[in-house]
């Protein structure tokens, strides 16, 4: 059994008030918590002055998708040829050397969920992934963990320059609709051969996943920044009945009260950059304290490459200059995603029994001079300065 002991760090727990005290590992998970512990470990790492973390997460990634310096080539986040791709997964396309893995955990990132573009309005399946090894297969937590969507400008601009189908927001919504029909109707048919003893012949792996999210197992995870889209996507949810959380959300502060009402999670961002496009030029930083003071559960993204993941904490030190709290923007890089994610029993806080993925920040992570002098995934340091 391997032990590592972080010794007299001064600790954000996130789940309750930061304390100057001990972390012990066992076998890559968290086994104690406290103040001077007197225990025996393998290795001891002096954190005096250290600030320790969970390690952040980011909900919504295409790291690993599309890469850094390699050029329009090997961009593979998406497969702009069908405007209905569910078929296509995430994990096949994400390539482990990416430079910048290494440098989102130089930024505190350790999990992420990966997902396809936003160029069709069906557009693939996503997965949960720490960024901790060289095989695909190895980092991953869950997978199938979302079917990616998207309305708004993407799909109008990519398939309105081919003049086909959807070149609109009314298009948008019809293929999305379309599909889902489609999905139902392979579900009865399902249905029926078992009702009949018949074996079914007929798999259709584009409509395996779809009832996946109709049967609540995955939700949909729909692009939206624009109101208008934001609430086209719960109508689209309630009325085929599967769970949604939005991403980018960009003019949910518009209508807090309404998504509140409706319970629907949001991936915020990125907030750390230009305004590239009709649909986000009402993107606000004081989103972030209206979206928290409301209490909706709520996630901060980086949307990488857009903003680089290993600026994570400078994005969400960026609001605190418009009024949003420090607890909430550390929840929304912890907790929140893992929530959200639905791996919160593992990961997001810094408890006995979750996994051991700790961050050793200089100082604390908002302000723009510290840095990340270790990240740990499983007890086992991935990134040191």
């Not at 002055?49 to 390690?55: D, E, F, R, S």
């Amino acid at each position: 059994m391997k032990t590592l002991l972080l010794k007299n760090g001064y600790i954000y727990p996130i789940s309750r008030e930061p304390f100057v005290g001990d972390i012990l590992i066992e076998d890559g998970i968290i086994k104690q918590i406290g103040e001077d512990l007197q225990v025996k470990a393998e290795e001891v790492i002096d954190a005096t002055n250290k600030y320790i973390l969970p390690g952040f997460i980011d909900a919504h990634s295409h790291i690993g998708l599309f890469e850094e310096g390699v050029g329009a080539s090997y961009q593979d986040g998406n497969e702009a040829t069908d405007p209905v791709t569910p078929q296509v997964r995430a994990i096949d396309a994400f390539y482990p050397e990416d430079a910048a893995i290494k440098r989102a955990l130089s930024g505190g990132v350790t999990t992420v969920m990966i997902v396809p573009g936003s160029a069709n309005p069906i557009g693939g399946q996503g997965a949960i992934l720490k960024l901790n090894s060289q095989i695909t297969d190895e980092a991953i937590l869950r997978e199938p963990a979302g079917l990616k969507m998207a309305l708004g400008e993407n799909p109008k601009r990519v398939y309105g320059s081919y003049n086909k189908t959807p070149s609109t927001r009314l298009g948008n919504a019809a293929v999305i609709r379309d599909y889902f029909t489609k999905v139902r109707n392979y579900i009865e048919k399902k249905k029926s051969a078992e009702k009949e003893g018949k074996a079914f012949t007929e798999t259709d792996i584009k409509f395996e996943i779809g009832e996946k999210v109709l049967n609540k197992q995955i939700p949909a995870r729909i692009h939206a920044h624009r109101k208008d889209d934001i609430l086209t996507a719960i109508r689209l949810s309630e009325e085929f009945g599967f769970d949604l959380v939005i991403e980018h959300a960009t003019e949910a502060y518009k209508i807090p009260d309404f998504i509140k009402e409706k319970n629907i999670p949001l991936i915020l961002g990125p907030l750390l950059g230009f305004r590239t496009k009709l649909e986000t030029r009402d993107m606000r930083f004081e989103s972030i304290k209206i979206i928290n003071e409301k209490g909706i559960l709520a996630a901060l993204m980086s949307d990488h490459p857009v903003t680089h993941l290993e600026h994570a904490s400078i994005q969400a030190a960026t609001a605190l200059r418009y009024g949003a709290k420090e607890e909430d923007l550390l929840k929304m890089l912890t907790i929140n995603p893992a929530k959200i994610l639905k791996i919160e029993e593992r990961l997001g806080t810094i408890d006995e029994n979750k996994d051991a993925d700790l961050v050793l920040w200089s100082g604390h992570p908002f302000d723009p001079r510290s840095v990340v002098e270790k990240t740990l995934i499983n007890g086992t340091v991935v990134y040191e300065l």
